[in-house]
RNA sequence: GUGAAUGUAGCUCAGUUGGCAGAGCACCAGGUUGUGGCCCUGGGGGCCGAGGGUUCAAGCCCCUUCAUUCACCCCA
């Protein structure tokens, strides 16, 4: 037990799995693009401050969950726990946000957060990320609402269900807090968990999430956040949901709906699903008007959603291994180099397949080219080597003929 | 950070009150003198996670440690 092992939470892919990836990354470049978004590819490393300040300081991320150290130039740098921060930093940057001008991004990648694993979580992790900046409207929204259900039903992945709710804006979501900081003080000490006890203090919004019988039955009287919604809020959510019914998506409406970054305003959403283990969140987004001004940009708004890769996986069915078109077996040491020559031109043609470096029995070639599910089988023996031929088998008929290996040129 | 469970062959796992380390799959060879899948026979493979303790004797009991998994917390 003396070989390295990796590290905790992270995970080595080999091609069973890798291949789903490759699946939700096609598919997500076919889906984005017909809603004019385009690939986004940025580093997986940025200044602290960028996600302090970004996500919030009060949030678990960058409070607890975040890699951060100091490189040797004495910066602190942090591994990115989530996409959006980076993603803006880059608009910001490349000087393409315009407010009123819609610009569309998508990106994906590994995100890190230092957390216990458990199923559908781990250290690194990846997300698919989409972020429309510069528009304010709720038709923003709900595209990318909508472009997010394309993307799913085109990986063919059912039983999710999508919740909506409004958080509202810096105008109307402190009125709102006071409200619930307000309702939860009148009641007894002791009637919230201890856990709530304690996000009253850090963000009283939380304890409409928690799971405990108790605080869910006192939530269930607890002031509702659409009955605190300025005016402005309160259209551009009925807006959203008007369109988004009219364009059939299914959804519930989930007033509990908290999100964990602190820049979300007005629309979030989650996809959630019962199927990947404790967690549920397969996809979360929403609207952050302020953010890319927070992070030094103009004052324009955005909407995005982040999808977790790993759990999208858990949702898929397995993705089968190509078929190789031929394994080349070689019989006879002689003629190791031909056949290596020979599986060149094969390639060439466009055919895929494995060759024989060494020479085995027939019996056991025969049985690893019918175990990788190949096509064909080409054969060089002794006699095929002496006629410069190469037996060909067809693995599911069973009848082979013989080629001139010249023929090949 | 907290709690629980699990570490035995390449993989999935048995292993009784402590008494010679096993099975299935995979791999290799043979049954078939150059022909896969099915079947039969044989074979290679193990620091029983690591370290210490109890015992005539430990995979099994005790302590420590590491790793993995699941859950809490939180989130994708």
Same mark, same amino acid.
């Given at each position: ?13 080999? =091609?069973?799995?890798?291949? /789903? &990836?490759?699946? *939700?990354?096609?598919?997500? %470049?076919?889906?984005?693009? #017909? ?66 001008? =819609?610009?569309?991004?998508? /990106? &994906?990648?590994? *995100?890190?957060?230092?957390? %216990?694993?458990?199923?559908? #979580? ?288």
């Amino acid at each position: 037990m003396s070989a390295i092992q990796k590290i905790k939470g992270f995970a080595d892919m080999f =091609p069973e799995d890798a291949r /789903a &990836f490759t699946r *939700m990354e096609d598919a997500a %470049r076919e889906v984005f693009t #017909r809603y004019g978004f385009g690939e986004l590819r940025i580093p997986v490393l940025e200044r602290t401050e960028l996600f302090a300040k970004g996500i919030g300081e009060d949030t678990d991320v960058v409070g607890k969950e975040m890699y951060t150290f100091t490189d040797r130039g004495d910066r602190s740098l942090t591994l990115r726990p989530e996409a959006t921060a980076g993603a803006l930093r880059a608009c910001i940057e490349a000087g393409v946000v315009e407010p009123g001008k =819609p610009s569309r991004y998508f /990106a &994906f990648g590994p *995100m890190f957060r230092y957390e %216990r694993p458990q199923k559908g #979580r781990m250290r690194q992790f990846h997300q698919i990320d989409a972020e429309l900046l510069g528009s304010a409207e709720p038709q923003a929204d709900v595209e990318v609402i909508l472009m997010l259900q394309d993307y799913l039903s085109e990986l063919g992945i059912g039983e999710l269900s999508f919740e909506l709710n409004s958080l509202g804006c810096r105008e109307c979501r402190p009125n709102y807090r006071a409200a619930l900081t307000a309702y939860f003080e009148s009641l007894d000490a002791s009637a919230l968990c201890e856990d709530c006890r304690r996000r009253m203090k850090t963000n009283p919004l939380r304890v409409l999430d928690c799971k405990v019988p108790g605080c869910k039955a006192l939530v269930a009287d607890a002031p509702a956040i659409a009955d605190h919604l300025c005016g402005g809020c309160r259209d551009h959510f009925s807006a959203v949901l008007s369109l988004v019914d009219r364009a059939g998506l299914k959804y519930t409406l989930n007033p509990r709906l908290v999100r964990g970054l602190d820049y979300y305003q007005r629309t979030t959403f989650e996809v959630t699903s019962g199927a990947i283990g404790a967690q549920t969140a397969v996809a979360g987004g929403g609207r952050y008007d302020g953010l890319v001004q927070l992070l030094g940009g103009p004052d324009a708004p955005g909407v995005g959603f982040a999808c977790g890769m790993e759990r999208l996986a858990l949702l898929m069915d397995k993705q089968e291994a190509p078929r190789p078109d031929f394994f080349l077996a070689v019989t006879d040491e002689r003629a190791v180099d031909a056949a290596v020559l020979l599986a060149h031109k094969l390639r060439t043609r466009g055919l895929a397949g494995e060759c024989d470096y060494t020479s085995g029995s027939m019996k056991s070639r025969l049985r690893h080219a019918g175990r990788i599910n190949a096509k064909k089988c080409y054969i060089i023996g002794p006699d095929e080597f002496d006629a410069g031929k190469v037996t060909v088998k067809d693995m599911e008929e069973g009848g082979q003929l013989s080629l001139d290996i010249a023929a090949f040129d």
